[in-house]
């Protein structure tokens, strides 16, 4: 395609954004719905074969329903000339290849969240049997609140882990999986290694896996491990070390089995991170410590490289199991794969340890623990000898029950219905946490401990609702600026939680309906109500009609289809006067609206 073309199918084209292996990409407008989409057209070599196209657009239809917030929306698939084309939401920000070339600094906590993020949404795209096959920075964006997309769903799934008819590899190397560069089957998990290599490059600033051509990378993928980041990050946790080693795995049953599981362990170690744990002052419990997971996985005993083990800090053996290890010829026990069940014990054991310390025996008594020859009066606790405040017990429940309670942020290992023992130290930060249930966190107040109970109400996690919906004309099925389902008659997608309303639109109809969609229920089922009509007459030639905003034009409308509901229609004439009336529309009837000479 020589130059840029004006327009590809019905959209205006503004700008070129960028050319790929595969095509190129062109900032767009719609004129019909007036708003900036991304237009991407493709090669006119990957047309040529018929089959291919054919594969190609069966695979971008099937991505055209994922319907999760950290997944490109496709809006419209089409064809020009032989040559398709696909119509997406056109995002801001920056992908994370050009954030790698730039001088910003990502914290730690953020890195790994880009990372959860992507694979949460590969986790998505997995379970409706898709697999990107091309994961790597270009294709990542991230947007300016934070946010993750993924990029060129169904175009990777097509060709990146196909091999040409001359046996080279298409992709790219550095993110490819063992399998992948070798041209067998892949699944899910192919996608892991690549995200694995992705959070590699983002906490070291460079691939795990590099050399001077192509065919270097690939050899080193399927034949050398990747350098330990221990040895260039040693304060990075081992927990993060551990689940980029998993990702990188030759095998891929050695590897995570879900991205889910792999989000989570990310989830778990970012959650880590923000935990309150570092004393201060004379606080009688600690504040926020960006630096706990370090200093968490700093617990000795030592791996024989002087690294910190996290199974030390994950699990205690027991004597049995000790003993059994002594035991002359006894053989090596099996390492232990990452859980973050096995962690978040670990974590708990911690904290209960150190908020048990800090609220029963006073930072004098820590202090003493830990080697700190603080005086009473510097710590700011009762002398020696000093009686301890008697503790407080409070009945927490909770509905539903079972619910993990922790106290300003320990685990208390106790779930509701229970008795929690309060310190004297008050207002005191209460949290339950409930699978399938949105966290909360409450207070504990004096009066709280007068009655004896405090009791809490947990919400479920809002989850995805099927939405299905249909009319006698078309119309799409929008949420903010962000177009869930092109215009057709009828639609059936899946819509994720998410904040703004979901509206049904034709601007031809001024159809703008609200969707009651409940995220508690399984399926929601719309009939959206037939069309009326709307008549407007004016005696005076030379004013225009308005409706809803929307210009109708010279000033005679016989017989105009709109959507029933109300309406503003407005007369604007050229000498400035205006006039207005509102009017509702039944379906199936018409309405008329006359206006006389403004001022009459």
């Given at each position: ?310 199974s030390n800090v994950r699990m205690r053996k027991s004597a ?136 809490f109400t947990l919400r479920p996690v809002p989850r995805p ?108 004439c050229d000498d400035g006067k205006t006039d207005r009336q ?19």
């Amino acid at each position: 395609m020589a130059g840029i073309p004006k327009q590809i199918g019905r959209y205006d084209i503004i700008d070129l954004v960028g050319r790929g292996g595969m095509g190129v990409l062109y900032r767009g407008h719609d004129p019909s719905l007036e708003r900036d989409v991304a237009v991407k057209m493709m090669h006119l070599d990957f047309t040529r074969d018929s089959s291919a196209r054919e594969r190609f657009q069966r695979e971008a239809r099937a991505v055209a329903r994922l319907q999760h917030r950290n997944i490109v929306t496709i809006h419209e698939l089409g064809e020009v000339d032989g040559t398709p084309y696909i119509v997406m939401e056109l995002l801001g920000g920056q992908d994370l290849d050009q954030v790698l070339k730039s001088d910003a600094a990502l914290l730690l906590g953020q890195k790994l969240d880009i990372v959860a993020q992507l694979c949460e949404a590969l986790a998505y795209a997995h379970d409706q049997g898709i697999v990107h096959r091309d994961i790597k920075p270009g294709n990542v964006r991230l947007l300016e609140d934070g946010t993750v997309k993924i990029l060129d769903f169904g175009i990777a799934r097509f060709t990146a882990s196909s091999l040409t008819q001359s046996g080279t590899v298409m992709g790219t190397p550095s993110y490819m999986a063992p399998e992948q560069i070798m041209g067998q089957p892949v699944d899910g998990r192919a996608d892991l290694f690549s995200a694995g290599v992705l959070l590699y490059e983002l906490l070291a600033g460079h691939r795990p896996f590099v050399g001077d051509s192509p065919t270097s990378v690939a050899y080193q993928i399927m034949h050398t491990d990747a350098p330990t980041l221990r040895e260039e990050l040693p304060d990075l946790p081992d927990a993060i070390n551990e689940i980029v080693t998993r990702a990188l795995q030759k095998n891929p049953a050695d590897r995570y089995a879900r991205a889910q599981e792999m989000a989570s362990d990310l989830q778990t170690v970012r959650m880590m991170l923000d935990l309150p744990l570092k004393p201060t002052g004379d606080e009688r419990m600690p504040t926020a410590n960006p630096e706990v997971v370090t200093q968490l996985f700093a617990t000795k005993p030592r791996t024989e490289t002087g690294a910190p083990s996290i199974s030390n800090v994950r699990m205690r053996k027991s004597a049995a199991e000790a003993a059994a290890d002594a035991a002359p010829g006894s053989a090596a026990p099996p390492a232990r794969a990452f859980s973050p069940v096995m962690v978040m014990v670990g974590f708990a054991v911690v904290l209960v340890a150190v908020a048990g310390l800090w609220t029963f025996m006073g930072s004098r008594a820590w202090t003493a623990a830990v080697g700190d020859a603080a005086t009473s009066a510097e710590a700011g606790v009762p002398e020696a000898g000093a009686p301890a405040p008697a503790p407080t017990s409070l009945r927490v429940t909770s509905q539903p029950e079972g619910a993990r309670i922790t106290l300003n942020g320990a685990d208390t290992g106790l779930v509701t219905p229970a008795d929690v023992t309060v310190g004297d130290t008050l207002p005191s930060a209460i949290g339950l946490a409930l699978e399938g249930h949105q966290p909360l966190t409450g207070e504990i107040t004096a009066g709280d401990l007068e009655s004896g109970s405090k009791a809490f109400t947990l919400r479920p996690v809002p989850r995805p609702a099927r939405v299905t919906a249909s009319a006698d004309y078309p119309f799409e099925i929008v949420r903010g600026s962000t177009v869930l389902s092109a215009a057709a008659t009828e639609h059936d997608l899946t819509i994720q939680p998410a904040e703004g309303r979901v509206v049904a639109r034709n601007s031809q109809y001024l159809l703008n309906q609200t969707l009651d969609v409940d995220f508690q229920r399984a399926r929601v089922s719309v009939t959206l109500p037939p069309l009326g009509a709307l008549a407007i007459f004016s005696v005076v030639e030379t004013c225009k009609i308005f409706v809803d905003g929307q210009d109708f034009g010279y000033p005679q409308i016989p017989n105009r289809p709109v959507a029933p509901g109300r309406h503003t229609v407005e007369l604007r004439c050229d000498d400035g006067k205006t006039d207005r009336q509102t009017v509702t529309v039944s379906s199936g009837q018409r309405a008329r609206v006359e206006f006389r000479a403004p001022g009459d």
